[in-house]
Nanobody, 126 residues
Framework: QVQLVESGGGSVQAGGSLRLSCAASGGTFSRYTMGWFRQAPGKEREFVAAIMWNSGSPYYADSVKGRFTISKDNAKNTVFLQMNSLNPEDTAVYYC???????????????????WGQGTQVTVSS
């Protein structure tokens, strides 16, 4: 069973940066497509970014494109989310997720991911 543990969340002022990490244990990390989702109070969980296990290609939500960067270190079993130019609308609990699928058309669907972390809070103040 794969376990995911996020870290790196916190409070930052608008315009600032944070780097989230998600460490995986168990399973074959290199064969999982890894994604980041977020959920703000009163809102549904939404896709943020994903990186494919097979091609290494990244995918982003339009709202974060150009500001966030996802990367994956298979040797360290860790996926990262570098978040720059943060704004208050980015405030949410951020979740790391992993799934054993390789079709890029599935990355935005939460139910395609089999493993989830516990989440880390990101708060951006204006």
């Amino acid at each position: 069973q794969v376990q995911l543990v996020e870290s790196g969340g916190g409070s930052v002022q608008a315009g600032g940066s944070l780097r989230l990490s998600c460490a995986a244990s168990g399973g074959t990390f290199s064969r999982y497509t890894m994604g980041w989702f977020r959920q703000a109070p009163g809102k549904e969980r939404e896709f943020v970014a994903a990186i494919m296990w097979n091609s290494g290609s990244p995918y982003y939500a339009d709202s974060v494109k150009g500001r966030f960067t996802i990367s994956k270190d298979n040797a360290k079993n860790t996926v990262f989310l570098q978040m720059n130019s943060l704004n208050p609308e980015d405030t949410a609990v951020y979740y790391c997720a992993g799934g054993a699928f390789g079709a890029q058309g599935l990355v935005r669907r939460p139910y395609e991911y089999s493993f989830w972390g516990q989440g880390t809070q990101v708060t951006v103040s204006s």
